[in-house]
């Protein structure tokens, strides 16, 4: 192992590939019956070939809590971070199952350490679907041999439409640099429709890198990554039973991430950017959803109220089917600021749609309305609140919503 | 002045009527062109014959207000809750429209007060509309000569309709008792499709009663019947910038309410009954809502967790989509109360449908399924969380969600 050191900072190139082109890992999937649809690829198996591989995870801060994340849960902290395997099943959320849901997990998890040959600790299972139907743990354990003789580091792009319920679309992500001319990977796989209402779904997602990055640091990165990102599209407390994020860090590049270095900087950057792709796609998959939201909040004075008016803005209907319309109704923006909570004052606002200018102190500047409704046309756009009492912010993503 | 003094407590009975059928008051409403469609009644006055009438009013609690929400608030103060007059008008918010605003909510009541010939305090005014467009005072204070030699205690109805904006029906409720032999009234209009997404608009009700209450009594009582009942049908913090609610008393049925009295529970009775059937109508006013759905949240050990879950479940699409199609998903509504944000233990939730039960002890009891559509198919029901952990309880009202 060897510590980075820099003379430039290297890029993050996005390029292609999938979960299990970070050195080590080998990931597979398979139509196991779980989903009701014939042949719906549903069960899948992430791996890492390195016995020292870091593990991390974050998990619903719902009170009602999956037999799968207790199971994970509890083996995150029993081995302290480590862990190489991940189960992942789609069609039955193990979910208000009862003592009889644990043992299932439990037994899933157990027949997938056999195989592989690592202590069941090292495997965490995660599960997303139906919530209050027994999960029989046979339907997936009968079919790991198999999966198991599947793995592989080419055909894991299945593993993103494996975890789909009401995703339209596979969400994955690779990124790539190469500091002092050896490669590192950051990879990931999510899925969910956010807070794209009605249909707000369990969010799940599973990352990968082949940095060497010790357990407990390695959590700290996740979480400030997925509270800028993840968090950062779905409703405070809309959490599901299942949500789930894992990360595992295989070390294999021989590249080490050190607390408080340049390279640690350099490479929270890069999961960063990571999770922010991964969460605009869950943003962007909204049923009958054309258009990208970014909302942007500055001049707070102070960052709860930042995240709060992003929040309410990002999360109001009334201004998510504005935008949808193309309709410049910046009083819908306003109200929605209004009741997030925040403390500001109404009549310094600054709202701005991709830099064209709606609203100074507070009312209306006069705008051009067809110039307006170009700006709103567009596929991604960005709505920006200047509060002009303060230096802090915050954004959010989210999609606009029609009603077909 | 008499006080009430019962033999036997009088039932308040629904009858027909208006806002102006408690003795003293008239209303006359007209359609002033602030609406677009022509000939659709947008301008409503409420005025009290008598001298003593007492007034009490709640407003929004959106940092954003309306310049006739500043207007009226300010008034109420000033006046000590003396107030004989409402002017409302729809079509227009009057709402983030500066300094402007609020001298035209300011020439409004000036015209309304000069026309009656009452101190122009003791007119309040009341806005609901689009946000962000200037309010031309002229297109109202022309109109109101007319209005007011319209004033009438028989052609009231018109009110409903002329502040309804996203309504699809006028909401209107009138209640007798007669305690002693003498008659006493309560009455009520309303607009707001509430908490039914995405249409949440500003919720508006003016209340009439012909009882003597003085006016910090009935301040405290208008407060005590709308967290009760309009606040239980929206989501919190969803206020838009013009909510009011006004009540006036005319005092002219010679029946006094003391603070404490037996009377008193009799009247606090009636008016939380009155403010719950209009608030039942915000409720049920959903576009293509068919069904009105009480969430009973019994059993929580504060009151702050049964209110939590019970704005949770009564809040969550998805559990307003399952029933709509009349679909025991008891999982959603398990999941909605995990993320309320309220304490419980789920391995203790029982979970009910017009008191047919789907889930005891946090899971599945194997109702019969086609048992429990039968149950949700119905048009007025009932979903009741029992956390079976201490004594306090909560209720909210909203209706089913459908795409189409």
């Excluded at 719902?62 to 994340?69: E, Q």
């Excluded at 040959?117 to 009968?142: E, F, H, K, W, Y």
């Excluded at 999961?271 to 942007?296: F, H, P, T, W």
Aim: aromatic content about 4%; glycine content about 8%; proline content about 4%.
């Amino acid at each position: 192992m060897t510590d980075l050191i820099f003379r430039v900072m290297p890029n993050w190139e996005p390029v292609e590939g999938s979960l299990s082109t970070p050195l080590g890992f080998r990931a597979a999937a398979t139509a196991a019956g779980i989903k009701k649809t014939a042949g719906a690829l549903d069960l899948a198996l992430i791996v890492s070939d390195s016995p020292d591989t870091s593990a991390a995870g974050l998990f619903t801060t719902n009170r009602v809590v999956a037999a799968p994340v207790v199971f994970s849960r509890r083996s995150l902290q029993e081995t302290q971070g480590r862990a190489r395997v991940i189960v992942v099943n789609s069609g039955n959320a193990n979910a208000c199952t009862g003592r009889a849901g644990f043992r299932a997990a439990q037994a899933i998890a157990r027949a997938a350490a056999r195989l592989i040959g690592s202590p069941s600790g090292q495997v965490r299972v995660a599960s997303t679907g139906v919530i209050g139907v027994p999960l029989n743990p046979d339907v997936i354990v009968d079919r790991l041999p198999a999966l198991v003789q599947d793995l592989s580091s080419e055909r894991a792009g299945a593993v993103a439409r494996a975890i789909m319920t009401t995703d339209t679309f596979p969400k994955s992500c690779l990124l790539r640099a190469e500091p002092n001319g050896v490669p590192v990977h950051l990879a990931g796989v999510a899925k969910g429709s956010g807070m794209i209402h009605p249909r707000m779904a369990t969010m799940l997602s599973f990352l990968t890198t082949d940095a060497a990055v010790a357990p407990r640091y390695l959590q700290k990165l996740l979480r400030a990554a997925v509270d800028l990102s993840f968090n950062r599209v779905t409703v405070d407390g809309d959490t599901s039973t299942n949500d789930t994020v894992f990360m595992l860090a295989s070390g294999l590049s021989g590249q080490s991430i050190v607390p408080g270095s340049k390279g640690a900087a350099w490479f929270e950057a890069g999961l960063v950017e990571l999770c922010q792709r991964l969460a605009k796609m869950i943003a962007r998959d909204g049923e009958g959803a054309k258009k990208l939201i970014q909302v942007e909040v500055r001049g707070a004075a102070r960052v709860v109220d930042a995240d709060r008016i992003a929040r309410a803005v990002a999360n109001s209907p009334l201004v998510k089917t504005a935008i949808a319309g193309s309709d410049p109704n910046w009083g819908r923006i306003l109200c929605a600021a209004g009741y997030s909570g925040a403390e500001f004052d109404a009549s310094k606002v600054e709202i701005l749609v991709n830099g064209f200018r709606l609203v100074r102190g507070g009312i209306d500047v006069g705008f051009d309305e067809a110039a307006a409704r170009r700006e709103l046309d567009r596929k991604e756009l960005t709505v920006r609140l200047d509060l002009h009492q303060g230096k802090a912010s915050a954004q959010m993503w989210t999609c606009d919503l029609t009603h077909d």
